[in-house]
């Protein structure tokens, strides 16, 4: 256990329906990411955070796609009008600048997402 | 960030030292190198980083080549709960955004 949650683990959903995810970072962290990660293939960068200020977006982060972190805490991201292609695990990671003199990012254990 | 070569799967006897090499010809002198595991179902789960020098922490240890455009990771008594993917990473020191750009790492099978 990293002490990075997020919820749900498990999600099932029908073809153009909303989800959300909710990611619980290591408290005393400011920088929050979003990874999404296909069968067989490594972990692909979605958006960051510092604090509550979203710093960067993939490509892969289309319209359908809205990342938050309101108060710098938690963070949830929502896809909208989910399509089968969205299918995939949803990783989210934290880290904290200065520790060791470097960044090392922690990760939760995903949400796993299946559109039928 | 630059690129980094792995093979694709190996195979280690349980108990017995298991070596990932891992290829980054054209990294930069201001880019470490890091290891990250993820096992199956769960999130990466980062394992050691380094510079230029060996480092050795109490997962495992990390061998740089003196040019350092290659690297070994050891985990020196392997388990079988040490199967895993295993992604070899070079990332740039204090970078602003400081994402990770993963590969397809090496999928490594620990054989009772």
Redo the contacts between chains.
């Keep these: 256990d990293?002490g990075?949650s997020q919820n749900p683990r498990h999600k099932i959903t029908k073809r153009g329906q909303n989800v959300t995810f909710r990611c619980d970072p290591i408290s005393e962290h400011n920088?929050l990411?979003w990874?999404r990660q296909t069968l067989?293939?490594?972990?692909?960068?979605l958006t960051?955070f510092q604090n509550e200020a979203q710093?960067?977006k993939s490509r892969l982060l289309s319209d359908r796609f809205s990342a938050e972190r309101p108060k710098g805490s938690f963070s949830t991201l929502e896809i909208q009008r989910t399509e089968q292609g969205d299918s995939a695990m949803y990783?989210c990671?934290s880290?904290s600048?200065g520790t060791k003199g470097?960044?090392?990012?922690?990760?939760?254990?995903?949400t796993?997402l299946l559109v039928l | 960030d630059a690129k980094t070569t792995q093979p694709t799967s190996m195979d280690c006897a349980e108990g017995r030292a298991a070596n990932l090499p891992c290829n980054h010809s054209t990294i930069s002198g201001n880019e470490?190198v890091y290891w990250y595991r993820q096992i199956h179902?769960?999130?990466?789960?980062?394992i050691i980083?380094g510079l230029k020098n060996n480092e050795t922490n109490e997962m495992a240890s990390l061998i740089i080549t003196e040019d350092r455009k290659s690297s070994t990771l050891i985990l020196p008594h392997a388990t079988l709960r040490d199967t895993a993917?295993y992604?070899c990473i070079v990332r740039v020191?204090?970078n602003r955004?400081?994402?990770?750009?993963?590969?397809?790492?090496t999928r490594l099978h620990i054989l009772p």
């Design positions: 990293t990075v920088r990411y990874y067989g293939q490594g972990p692909e960068f960051y710093l960067e990783l990671a880290s600048p470097r960044e090392t990012q922690y990760f939760g254990p995903g796993r | 470490y179902s769960q999130g990466p789960q980062y980083h993917v992604y020191a204090m955004d400081d994402k990770i750009i993963f590969g397809k790492g």
